[in-house]
């Protein structure tokens, strides 16, 4: 099946390089990191080497990067280890755009004797730093801030949120798991403390991700048991994905600035021609710094889900948000945090390219997308369902 996958950040296909750097770990060299002989060895070194690929590309120092299982994973250890690590501290700070990995853990904590703050966003999706910074009180432990939005792509400004947090001593986690490979992250020049990315948004299997923890900050583990990563993490290391996220960490900073030229001009074709051609359309976030590949747009008065019906018998594989929120009837937290309305929330469309896209699959979506709106426009009761 030929599909035009404009999905990324739901998932993304693992690159061909990527697979062919793991099957040996699969086959030929399957022994423990862990064990002496020099079977153990080998798998030991090329782990290594991986640790060494995810260094550069983030910026970092190899005894930086812990292997987890995913961004969720990274997103919680970091999290609960400085909650563990300071018992007298009970404030909690993020935003209201948040990845459900971090908003729902903050809901548990709020719910076992954690004060949270969630931030607001304006309608561009964009923070108040000033409300951030009078949000930061004593009792404050960590402030968990996205770096780019999974929704509609937007930026938010980590270099001054990390000074603000550095100046006033609070640590500072950041989910970057939807920026990794799409725009530049240099973590020896942005004094983040902690910091999350995930494999399979960037061309590695899905179940591996990786959490940087800045050398001298205190990591208590999520996972107790043996001596992996350091005592960090443990669990016998996923040795084939954690290989082919190095790889796909390689070629990420490889392709970061075609990223940002021939993908970006692909998503701004996409969406000029879709606001020319397609009448009563709002690209959601268009005033603000977004990562090139991502396009949210409100095609009024449409339910999203007939569209991504319809765009599926062309076999075009789009969303209408985050994939963590699929099968839900409930409207994107987002979208309504930025002051969107629910029936509009319920009209948005999510397209996200990845380097194996081309202008071919752009002029497709535009072929076909203004005859499928037209024609829901005319049959659908969904304007009518909201009164």
């Not at 490889?254 to 051609?277: A, F, G, P, Q």
Request: charged share 20%; proline share 4%.
């Amino acid at each position: 099946m030929n599909v035009i996958y404009v999905d990324n950040n739901a998932t993304t296909k693992v690159a061909n390089d990527v697979v062919e750097a793991m099957l040996p770990f699969f086959t030929n060299f399957y022994g423990n990191p862990s064990s002496v002989h020099n079977y153990g060895e080998i798998v030991s070194d090329r782990m290594n080497q991986a640790r060494e690929q995810v260094a550069s590309f983030l910026g970092a120092q190899t005894d930086e990067i812990v292997f987890t299982s995913c961004g969720s994973e990274s997103n919680n250890t970091a999290i609960m280890s400085v909650i563990n690590s300071n018992p007298d501290k009970k404030h909690i700070i993020t935003t209201a755009v948040e990845h459900p990995a971090v908003l729902n853990l903050c809901d548990y904590l709020s719910k076992n004797g954690y004060k949270k703050t969630i931030l607001p966003v304006d309608k561009d999706g964009r923070l108040d730093l000033q409300q951030l910074e009078d949000s930061i009180c004593d009792d404050t432990c960590i402030v968990s801030i996205m770096w780019a939005n999974n929704e509609t792509g937007i930026i938010f400004p980590v270099e001054k949120i990390s000074d603000i947090t550095k100046n006033r001593g609070v640590l500072f986690h950041c989910d970057a798991v939807q920026a990794a490979g799409k725009i530049p992250i240099d973590l020896s020049k942005i004094p983040i403390d902690y910091l999350s990315i995930s494999g399979h948004k960037l061309h590695a299997p899905k179940g591996v991700g990786v959490l940087f923890v800045r050398k001298g900050i205190e990591l208590n583990p999520l996972i107790i048991g043996g001596h992996q990563e350091k005592g960090r993490r443990a669990g016998t290391e996923n040795t084939p994905y954690i290989v082919g996220l190095g790889k796909a960490c390689e070629l990420a900073a490889v392709y970061l600035d075609y990223y940002n030229t021939k993908v970006k001009n692909m998503r701004d074709k996409l969406e000029w021609s879709i606001l020319k051609h397609i009448p009563n359309t709002t690209i959601n976030g268009q005033n603000s710094h977004r990562i090139p590949n991502t396009s949210n747009i409100i095609f009024h008065n449409v339910e999203g889900e007939a569209i991504l019906l319809h765009l599926n018998e062309f076999n075009i594989a789009a969303s209408t948000g985050s994939a963590c929120a699929s099968g839900l009837m409930e409207p994107s937290h987002v979208l309504l945090a930025m002051g969107i309305s629910e029936k509009d929330a319920h009209s948005a469309v999510r397209f996200s390219l990845s380097r194996f896209n081309n202008d071919r699959d752009i002029n497709l979506i535009l072929e076909h997308l203004p005859s499928i709106i037209k024609k829901l426009r005319q049959i659908s009761p969904f304007k009518e369902s909201f009164g």
